[in-house]
């Protein structure tokens, strides 16, 4: 007579198919950042195209993307997105348990600013005229003052000033500009005299000294847990490589060097922010370091591509941009740079997870998003 082996009693099938399932959903859940209802009541997202999502989809400007290949990934397809799918905010938004993205303001309305508004504007710099030669855009500041107007009719929906106070002192704020004014300024000095008038280190100061106040406008009208979003390696991008390197893979140092000098200033903005207002919360993400990692370890990640976009044109991809209607590559999960200046998808799973849950004690200072959320 056959001895039943222990994993044939029944409870123990049962006890197996049960622990199966809870695995799996567990792992369903993180990846959709859904269980129940989200960690904060609304999100509010301020940047550049690296998370504009259709804010510049009808102004007059060459900064635009709402055209295939653009969004060739995304389930709404083109809609204004830099990249073939999902953007970091997008991630975020997923993980922190929203049942849909965040709007962009060109189009929220009604109640749906309840759950939050993205502000960000392709070509946008903390600089006023940061990108100008791309035609229109909204600035840093335009953004903020979009977001006072978004603030004034939620305090008409609430009812009172304090019911929306304390509404959006719960809520998230992800914060991402810099990259154009170096991109789109700085390092542009055919159309830019900021080279000329500033040392690198002076200008990272001027820079750090405008985001503040616009740090303080947001405060002022309610924010209360702010995401300040270093910016990335705008010296490995596509179009840096084509034009400015020799072999068409070593990074432009001095533009680097001169991100990294920003990114450091203003880690030390979230301490000073964090000392000079004790209700609010402030963390730095080292989008730079994450991006340094993929660009170290592509095969840890299933990138094969680093230097070149999936989509564009000329040495790199990256001479000019993706084109409307261009057929992109096929492989699109096995690429770094979705175009000469954006990451694909692929990428920005990666930076908009370890934002949110740091995967490296340097992803996040001095903690997390997802930390962030539930004080």
Known sequence: MRMARVDDHP???????????????SMKLFINGVSGDPQVPCYFIFGDSLVDNGNNNNIASLA???????????PQGPTG??????????????????DDYIPPH?????EQILKGVNFASAAAGIREETGQQLGGRISFNGQVNNYKNTVSQIVNILGDED???????????TIGLGNNDYLNNYFMPLYYSTSNRYTPDQYADVLIQEYSQQIQSLYNFGARKMALIGIGQI?????????????????????????QMFNGKLKSLVDQLNSQFSDAHFIYINAYDIFQDMLDN???????????GCCGVGRNNGQITCLPMQ????NRNEYLFWDAYHPTEAANIVVGTRSYRAQSASDAYPYDIQHLAQL
């Not at 997105?81 to 929203?98: A, C, E, M, P």
């Not at 060109?106 to 009604?110: H, M």
């Not at 019911?163 to 704020?173: E, F, G, H, N, T």
């Open 11 to 25: 409870h123990r099938r049962l006890f197996m198919v049960c622990a199966t399932f809870v695995s799996m959903l």
């Open 64 to 74: 635009r993307s709402n055209y295939l290949p653009y969004g060739i990934d995304f």
């Open 235 to 259: 010296g490995c991008s596509p179009n840096e490589l084509a034009n400015n390197s020799p072999d068409g893979k070593t990074c432009d140092g001095k533009i680097n060097s001169a991100n």
């Open 163 to 173: 019911s929306a106070a304390s509404y959006l002192s719960k809520c998230m704020y």
């Open 106 to 110: 060109a189009t929220a309305s009604g």
């Open 81 to 98: 997105r830099f990249s073939n799918g999902k953007t970091t905010v997008d991630v975020i938004t997923q993980l922190l348990g929203f």
């Open 327 to 330: 057929q992109p590559c096929p």
């Open 298 to 308: 592509p095969a840890a990640y299933g990138f094969r591509v680093t230097n070149a």
